[in-house]
Each structure stands twice: as C-alpha cells, then as structure tokens.
Nanobody, 113 residues
Framework: QAQLVESGGGLVRSGESLTLSCVASEDIFKNYAMGWYRQAPGQRVQVATISVDGRMTYGNFVKGRFTISRDNAKNTIYLQMNSLKPEDRAVYYC????????WGQGTQVTVSP
C-alpha cells in the first residue's frame, strides 16, 4: 500500500497556478516532517518542507511563488504554485517518513511559454 500519493499535476501556461496534493499514511503524516521535491533532467531538488507543527522551509528558487501547507484532518500536504515559469517544469515528488525514506510516485508539471 502506497504511503504517499501525489496528485494535481498537469499542463499550464506561464504565469498560471497549480496546486499539488499529497495524501500520506497516518503514521507518516502525524510523526514526520514532509516535503516536496522536483526533478527535471538531473537530480531531485528540495522545493519546500513542512514540519509536524507547521514550520516551513523553501528552496531559494521559489522566491515567494510557492506555498506549502498541511491539512491535519485529511493527512494531506499541499503545494500551491503561483506564477509558474517554464523552468518549473519537472516531476514533483512528495517525501516523508523516518529518515525521509518514503517517496511518492511523482506527478508531472509542465509549463508552456
């Protein structure tokens, strides 16, 4: 049974918005920080993280455009992405668990010029 399941990716135009969702198992959601990573051709990079008590961190390239949040009633984290750019095109992954060991399957985000 998958412990992290992402959804919400798609194709948008430059300047538009998308919201990604990640439903986590109860164990992961209630006990560990979670985060979003993305992978274009190359390595995965951290986009944003959120702790169990709601503290957030962001990658420098986000620059106020993205917001990570969590819904404790739904065991879900979100990534609200505004002002998307073509360079934001990537597969976005949810991550969490002990030692950050669990990954979701990924969701594709494509931004056209």
């Amino acid at each position: 049974q998958a412990q992290l399941v992402e959804s919400g990716g798609g194709l948008v135009r430059s300047g538009e918005s998308l919201t990604l969702s990640c439903v986590a198992s109860e164990d992961i959601f209630k006990n560990y920080a979670m985060g979003w990573y993305r992978q274009a051709p190359g390595q995965r990079v951290q986009v944003a993280t959120i702790s169990v008590d709601g503290r957030m961190t962001y990658g420098n390239f986000v620059k106020g455009r993205f917001t990570i949040s969590r819904d404790n009633a739904k065991n879900t984290i979100y990534l609200q992405m505004n002002s998307l750019k073509p360079e934001d095109r990537a597969v976005y992954y949810c991550r969490g668990g002990r030692n950050w060991s669990s990954w979701g399957q990924g969701t594709q985000v494509t931004v056209s010029p």
